[in-house]
């Protein structure tokens, strides 16, 4: 029953991130068409966060711009515990879909996803199909080069059927993206699952972002940090910082990573989109976004030389 409380408030954080970028998206922090027909109208944020996310949104959108480069026309994304991002009509909009995109969620949250697609038909037309077929059940969705499927990223026997569901191909170029995710898999789990995607996909990479310097000046995890919106945060350890991120992936079987503080990440971000975002809500002191900032990182990890050492900087 424990486990159950806890799978749900970590389903529950899914709504907290979509509000938080509803949010953001409403004050013109970036362009987002079709957040709105996922999440209804939202509280207020304070600046820090919108300017938080903001940072987050744009370093990922650096790696992926990098890995479709790279991957030609051939890379597949999977993004696991894709909540309700927008990302797939994000990228066809900009005209840049890749061969096959998947996104993988617990059941109950690519149900309600799959329910608002359903009653959208901008969403709906925007996955193309050469034959016109969407194959629907209630909880997973399969178009020409767009798959939503419900899975437990605990359990790989089924993360296999699944993405042979989805079409994957193994042998392609392919991106995996988590978001704020991996932290609330236990330790375990997370290695099985990395271990496992390390041995199938032999030209890959890996984009996370979460958690990061989760320790106070007594090398202690801050016991605050150890709950986020009410549920544990199973894979807290692996958060510490840099350089645990790095090696989470380098001890499954990753043949190399790399890891920015957000401060980095925002930092390393155009000079001319800062400064439009700073004027969108005045905030006082600079120190409360640092602080903020120097808590999250974005890692990434790869096989093979396609996507090897690849840098947060632009272009
Ligand atoms: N990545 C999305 C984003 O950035 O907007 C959602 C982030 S939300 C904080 C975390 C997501 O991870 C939730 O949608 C949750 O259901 C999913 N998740 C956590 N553990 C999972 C698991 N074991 N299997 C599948 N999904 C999981």
Redesign the pocket.
Known sequence: IKDMAD?EA??A??D???EC?RYAVQLGYWSDPFINFFVKQTGRKAPEINRGYFA?VKGIEVFIDKFLKLSGEKGQII???????TLYWRLKEAGKTPINFVE???P??TARKCYHIKKRKHLIDMLNTEDGEIRFSTTDLHAANYHLVG????HISELINKLTEAEVNFNLPTMF?????LV??DTS?VSTLLKWLAAKFSNSLFVN?EQVNMKDKFGQVMLSNLRSRGCLLAGVEDCESLETQQRRFTINNWEGSNAWTMVEVYDSLPQDDRSRIEHIEMLDERELLVQLLQHYCISVAWNGQTFKNLSIAQG
């Not at 899975?151 to 605990?154: E, G, K, N, V």
Request: proline content about 0%.
């Open positions: 799978d970590i389903q954080t899914n907290d991130a979509s970028k987050r993004n696991l515990g894709a909540g309700f991002d993988l969620d617990f109950s949250i899975t437990d990223l605990r993206l988590a978001e704020c995710v609330y898999i789990a972002y």
